[in-house]
């Protein structure tokens, strides 16, 4: 076992169910994936790891995290709503681990501080049939005890917000519990999101939509100025009217 516990039998004592780690990866959502395709029973599928050769953000991006420091992993869950629905299951995920993290949430699905550094992100991939949705595969990467980010000055972690190491095998405990809590026999609640949202109530540019972030519809769109969204980066801005560098 290693010092901190950080292993197999280290998470699974501390979860009390079996858990995956693997010390390095190309992707917990790539691995998760693999094994929900060959489960009869895939919900709870749980891949951990201490680094990723190729983590994956959203739109493509890469999610680049120092080995060791921070938690990557991939929880399979098995929502019973329609596949148009499961986004809204993300978001509230999301929010339940905010809650745990003591954070907010950035639409559609980054965890962020007030100030709005981003402590971690959310990638969501689903896997459908003729029948419906059949499972969802939630990525999730959270900065924990990295202390360098060397050309990403928005970003930040939860041992530099506490000034304390934190113990990422208990943590992982925490958020796992708290995302499994949140009911998806239906459509989820999003009022938690929308007590945690950083979004709501500012200016926002989204692509080429810009204007005031007001609600987010029932199917998690994000209305801005009456437009809704259903996907996209959001920018704010210290006004509706303020010039940016979008476009």
């Known amino acids: 076992m290693s010092p901190s516990g950080f292993d197999s039998g280290g998470i699974s004592l501390k979860m009390g169910r079996p858990v995956v780690f693997l010390p390095r990866c190309d992707s917990t959502n790539i691995e998760a994936k693999i094994l929900a395709e060959a489960s009869t029973g ?8 201490d680094e990723q050769n190729a983590g994956r953000g959203r739109l493509g991006r890469v999610w680049e995290s120092k080995a060791g420091e921070n938690l990557l992993f991939s929880l399979v869950l098995v929502p019973d709503v329609a596949p148009p629905q499961a986004p809204v299951c993300v978001l509230a995920w999301a929010a339940a681990m905010a809650e745990v993290l003591g954070c907010l949430v950035k639409w559609p699905n980054d965890l962020v ?3 709005g550094q981003k402590l971690g992100g959310i990638l969501a991939e689903l896997s459908t049939d003729s029948s419906g949705l059949r499972f969802v595969v939630l990525g999730v990467g959270i900065n ?34 708290a995302v499994e809590a949140v009911s998806t026999t239906v459509k989820p609640s999003l009022e938690t999101w929308r007590a945690r949202s950083h979004t709501l109530g500012c200016a926002v ?7 005031l972030a007001t ?13 809704a969204v259903l996907t996209g980066d959001v920018q704010l801005v210290a ?6 560098d979008w476009g």
Not at 42 to 49: E, F, K, R, S
Not at 205 to 211: E, F, I, M, S, T
Not at 215 to 227: H, M, T
């Open 42 to 49: 895939p919900a709870g599928i749980l891949v951990v790891t």
């Open 144 to 177: 924990v005890n990295q202390t360098d980010f060397s050309g990403l000055p928005d970003a930040t972690s939860l041992a530099l917000l506490s000034g304390e190491y934190q113990d990422r095998a208990d943590l992982l405990a925490r958020l796992v519990t």
């Open 113 to 115: 501080t007030e100030e």
């Open 239 to 244: 006004s509706v009217d303020a010039p940016s």
């Open 205 to 211: 540019v989204v692509g080429d939509v810009r204007g």
């Open 215 to 227: 609600d987010i519809r029932e199917d998690g769109a994000l209305l801005v100025d009456g437009v």
